[in-house]
């Protein structure tokens, strides 16, 4: 996964260094676009909910597909209120020993799909690397992945 890391405040890029990505687990990792502060509110449920999840100690983690399925019903929610949370999520990580990528939008809107970009990227860069898939007629390596992303930068 891969982030751009500058926050805007309206028309002044403001902020330089903010961190998109996050480590939920071991299992799974969570990327946003969108308004940073409806990110980082919903950072801090994630870690909460994560902290309630280890102090079970039952041996259960969130996977990536309970995350993904969580965060579609939190979107919704909110959208339903009329308060949405003005973001777009990517949700990665491995479920069981297959990797797992899931998209959901501010209206809850999901799916899930073996390669996604948000924004600038998903109409530049998307293009590139399914052309990358279908001549190897398959999943890339990550070497192969690597030098796709360096082309599509």
């Given at each position: 996964m891969a982030a751009d890391t500058l926050g805007s405040y309206g028309s002044l890029a403001r902020y330089t260094n903010v961190q998109r990505i996050m480590k939920v687990n071991e299992t799974s990792v969570l990327?946003?676009?969108?308004?940073?502060?409806?990110?980082?509110?919903?950072?801090?449920?994630?870690?909460?909910?994560?902290?309630?999840?280890?102090?079970?100690?039952?041996?259960?983690?969130?996977?990536?597909?309970?995350?993904?399925?969580?965060?579609?019903?939190?979107?919704?929610?909110?959208?339903?209120?009329?308060?949405?949370?003005?973001?777009?999520?990517?949700?990665?990580?491995?479920?069981?020993?297959?990797?797992?990528?899931?998209y959901v939008n501010l209206q809850g809107t999901a799916f899930t799909e073996t390669l996604l970009a948000t924004g600038l990227g998903g109409e530049m860069a998307l293009p590139v690397m399914r052309r990358a898939m279908e001549k190897k007629g398959g999943l890339l390596n990550k070497e192969e992945a690597r030098e796709v992303m360096l082309q599509c930068i």
């Open positions: 990327a946003a676009g969108g308004d940073i502060a409806d990110f980082q509110f919903l950072q801090e449920v994630i870690t909460q909910k994560q902290i309630d999840e280890d102090c079970r100690d039952d041996g259960f983690t969130l996977k990536p597909k309970a995350l993904h399925s969580w965060l579609t019903r939190v979107l919704y929610n909110r959208r339903s209120k009329f308060d949405p949370l003005w973001n777009i999520f990517l949700v990665g990580g491995i479920e069981g020993d297959e990797p797992y990528l899931g």
